[in-house]
């Protein structure tokens, strides 16, 4: 059954409009929703028999919306609004995104239509949709929902506007502003939605943190070393981590000062690292606890570099594979565990030879496994400081080391430092 089938089915059930039923519909299919879930949350708009709250719309506080309910009327601030193009129907259509808030907490949304709020601004907003993004409760603004200023404004403890720092930009921001400096800076073109397009991509930092960046403009002044106010950009996950997005709508301009740029990456704790769901570059200390299996020699598929299984990929079946040497070991500082990895290079730092040479002992002993059991030999139960990327998903956090070192500190006296934290 295509959309057009489904429209119909629900129209009929309904009793309402098929036009405004396939647009609600094709608007939640854009964003991935399925199909079953998109049906439910139509139902629930019109006030149809969904398993869930229906009826008309309910007036809430921020905190109290779950992605139970069916549609809700909130009064709240605007804090910020960023816009962006989507494809719809096979044409471009702009879309408004941003946060509001109240007193007891804020929400994401999404408005389909230019309901002319700005930042600051105190709304009511009737017969908002509820869908799930990211596993929490969005407001989806359409052309059923209504939008009334009011005059006393809505007390809120969040700031208003999209200023930020690198370090606090979070996958799923819309809106934001931050001001940087290019440390990295590339064209190159990719198939996108309209076919081959140019774009530039690379890295920005500010005195907070670095963070990669796509700018779909693909505008000239994002050169390096340039220093730039970026206004009403978005940010989504990629490899794991946040990434800067600059649309049509982004605005560039030179900020007349020199961005402070911090060399050195943001120290935090393990669990707090994990907890922020993926950082760019941060840097951790830890107890090393295990070296795992998949350690030391490996061989890797040609075509999209996974690491083999008894020389299967699991993407292109028996391959040739490729020499490559890595670590992946369990750090642990108290507060949380990450599992680090290291690439060749680190690899061979810490196993204290070459590639070649750990083949040439893997030949002698007939067995593989006694490179990675040197490492574990050299590393387990000492404490080491790691810079990288940082990326959280499903299946754990993970961090792609680009610095790997022993710490300097006397283990007697960070004890003694701990017993005295402890006890005061």
């Excluded at 969005?138 to 006393?152: D, F, I, R, Y």
């Excluded at 079946?317 to 060749?344: C, H, P």
Aim: charged letters at 30%.
């Amino acid at each position: 059954m295509d959309v057009d089938d489904h429209a119909e089915e629900l129209a009929s059930t309904l009793g309402v409009d098929k036009a405004e039923v396939k647009s609600d519909l094709q608007n939640l299919l854009e964003y991935s929703v399925p199909i079953d879930e998109a049906k439910q949350s139509i139902r629930r708009k019109h006030g149809g028999d969904s398993g869930g709250s229906g009826g008309s719309p309910t007036s809430r506080d921020i905190a109290d919306i779950t992605t139970e309910d069916g549609n809700v009327t909130v009064t709240a601030r605007v804090l910020t609004v960023g816009r962006r193009s989507i494809r719809y129907q096979g044409e471009e259509q702009t879309i408004r995104e941003g946060e509001l808030a109240d007193e007891t907490g804020k929400i994401s949304y999404t408005a389909w239509e230019d309901f002319g709020f700005e930042p600051g601004d105190s709304v009511t907003v009737g017969n908002a949709g509820v869908r799930e993004w990211d596993g929490e409760p969005e407001l989806n603004l359409g052309s059923s929902s209504t939008v009334a200023v009011e005059t006393t404004p809505v007390e809120t403890p969040y700031d208003v506007g999209g200023e930020t720092d690198l370090v606090n930009v979070r996958a799923g921001d819309r809106g934001r502003t931050v001001e940087v400096r290019v440390l990295e800076s590339e064209e190159r073109t990719i198939d996108g939605r309209n076919g081959e397009t140019l774009i530039r991509s690379g890295v920005v930092a500010d005195e907070t943190g670095r963070l990669p960046f796509t700018d779909w403009g693909a505008r000239s002044d994002l050169r390096e070393s340039a220093d730039l106010r970026f206004e009403d950009v978005y940010a989504r996950e990629f490899r794991g981590v946040p990434q800067i997005n600059l649309s049509e709508f982004t605005t560039v301009t030179p900020v007349g000062r020199e961005v402070t740029v911090n060399e050195s990456a943001p120290r935090m704790g393990i669990g707090e690292a994990v907890g922020s769901g993926g950082m760019f570059d941060v840097e951790v200390t830890g107890n090393l606890l295990e070296v795992r299996d998949g350690s030391g020699l490996i061989e890797r598929c040609p075509d999209c570099g996974r690491v083999l299984q008894n020389g299967q990929c699991r993407s292109h079946g028996d391959v040739a594979g490729e020499d490559d040497m890595r670590v992946k070991a369990i750090l642990d500082d108290g507060t949380g565990t990450v599992t680090v990895v290291l690439d060749r290079d680190l690899t061979e730092t810490l196993y204290g030879g070459t590639m070649d040479e750990a083949m040439e002992q893997a030949r002698e002993a007939m067995d593989k496994e006694v490179v990675a059991d040197d490492i574990r030999d050299t590393v387990v139960g000492r404490e080491f400081r790691i810079r990288g990327n940082l990326s959280v998903d499903d299946y754990g956090a993970n961090l792609e080391a680009n610095e790997f070192e022993e710490t300097a500190d006397d283990p007697a006296e960070r004890a003694a430092a701990l017993r005295e934290e402890v006890g005061a």
